[in-house]
């Protein structure tokens, strides 16, 4: 059945307008018409398009804020990745789904309404298989269920603990499969996904450290056969060491590695690729990858700053991730995407260019759009034909900032101190109405008690 839903302000593909009734059928939007049209909802307030949160591990959302305390200064992504492996050795596929449910409506009340969940937590504690591959895939999916989010479902093939290749760690017994073993899970989530509304599946083959040449090219060869269109994304140059370890193992850059031995495309992400040089860049670029960042975590984990600035100079596609959760929230995203830039270069209002002088909209509308992208899903803007992802901004706290049309994202990203979300719809249906979700005590409950547990 069409529903109708007016707005006195939106924000479609070719920019504001005034006044708009949208059909939505089936999660779509069918039409789009001036003025009110009789029978449909009015819209609280403000309506924009979604976020798509590119890059996130849910199990990471239960141990935010645990690795926090220095160390005289030895802290680094290496010894917060000793604690994160510690923690997960006691997570169930329960205990999973419960982390993800509550991140995933946590999400939703910050407006991203969907999410690319890099999943590499696959077998049980002890490291064996459970008794369907696709297991801890299930519970990922039951939470995105259950929370309404969209899903792009992105399973994790990890191989190695490092260059050489090194045989895995204890540490990471959870997250190894053959490939053989990993292109079956790939098909079991393809099942998966064909019941569940609002989804699709990719692949993530985790970093160069982890896979070698011949397994990352027989994963792509076997999710491309089943859709043409998977996302693939990759770790791929995060961490200064990262690079070094490459060019020891390669006499080649991370980036620079995979420009020239994988056929990228506009279906690629490249998650944290931090430390590139000018020609990686361009490579980038020519090739039409996406760069995934993940500004908060980025920034928490001490990475270093992607090169932003230049990159949407020369018209890259960017996309933004919560990735580690310790920030779960678009607009702080894109906030320290152009302070990190700021502070760098010592200039401000570097993410605008000449057509688009507004910082804000013209980060909301690219990284939505590259978010869509990166998911191959059709998302990321408000016009005919494209899902009815969108946030409904409170008018109420709107009032308080200038109101015309060039300054409201500005204003929304950089000033306000308060989550201006109202209202979410995925994918036609409200999944968070007046800043709450149906399911929010429960799951902040399960979730706080599963906390206690694991703390214990
Ligand atoms: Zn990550």
């Given at each position: ?15 504001w ?35 798509v ?5 849910a ?22 990745r000793s ?50 591959l696709?297991?801890?895939a ?95 994304h ?37 998650i944290?690729?931090?430390h ?73 209002a ?18 939505a ?5 990166s998911?191959?899903s ?79």
């Amino acid at each position: 059945m069409a529903m109708k839903l007016f707005a006195n302000k939106i924000l479609l593909a070719d920019g504001w307008a005034a006044e708009q009734t949208l059909t939505i059928e089936q999660g779509v939007i069918t039409d789009i018409t001036q003025g009110y049209v009789a029978g449909a909802e009015r819209a609280k307030g403000v309506v924009i398009p979604g976020m798509v949160n590119c890059h996130s591990h849910a199990f990471q959302r239960a141990f935010a804020g645990f690795s926090e305390q220095g160390s005289e200064g030895k802290d680094s992504f290496w010894t917060w990745r000793s604690i994160m492996y510690k923690f997960i050795e006691q997570l169930s596929a329960k205990d999973a789904q419960v982390i993800a449910t509550q991140l995933y409506i946590e999400m939703l009340k910050m407006g991203y309404t969907r999410v690319a969940e890099f999943h590499y937590l696959h077998h049980d504690i002890d490291g064996g298989n459970y008794p369907h591959l696709s297991a801890m895939a299930q519970a990922i999916f039951s939470a995105a269920k259950q929370s309404g989010i969209g899903l792009t479902l992105l399973p994790v093939l990890y191989r190695f603990s490092g260059f050489g290749p090194k045989a895995p760690n204890d540490g990471q017994k959870r997250f190894i499969n053959s490939v053989e073993q990993f292109n079956h899970l790939i098909t079991e989530c393809f099942e998966i996904a064909s019941t569940h509304d609002n989804s699709n599946v990719g692949i993530a083959p985790h970093s160069l450290r982890a896979v070698d040449k011949d397994s990352l090219s027989a994963a792509v060869t076997h999710v491309r056969a089943l859709d043409a269109n998977a996302p693939i994304h990759i770790h791929i140059a995060e961490q200064q060491k990262e690079v070094d370890d490459c060019i020891e193992h390669y006499g080649q850059r991370p980036v620079q590695w995979l420009l020239n031995n994988a056929d990228l495309d506009k279906h690629w992400c490249l998650i944290h690729a931090t430390h590139i040089n000018e020609e990686e860049r361009q490579g980038i670029i020519s090739s039409q990858a996406i760069a995934g960042i993940c500004p908060t975590t980025e920034a928490n984990l001490g990475d270093g700053i992607f090169p932003t600035d230049e990159f949407l100079l020369e018209n890259g596609t960017f996309a933004i991730g919560s990735d580690s959760h310790i920030s779960v929230n678009p607009i702080e995203e894109l906030r320290w995407l152009e302070y990190a830039q700021r502070l760098s270069k010592q200039q401000r209002a570097l993410l605008a260019n000449s057509e688009q002088k507004s910082v804000g909209l013209n980060l909301w509308q690219r990284a939505a759009l590259g978010g869509a992208q990166s998911t191959n899903s059709n998302t990321g803007e408000l016009a005919v034909g494209k899902q009815a992802d969108l946030l409904v901004l409170d008018d109420k706290q709107l009032r308080l900032f200038a109101h015309d049309d060039d300054h409201l994202l500005d204003s929304v990203i950089f000033a306000s101190q308060q989550n201006l979300i109202q209202d979410v719809m995925v994918f036609g249906r409200w999944a968070i109405q007046d800043g709450k979700h149906a399911l929010e005590q429960v799951s902040a409950d399960d979730f706080a008690e599963l906390l206690a547990k694991l703390s214990a």
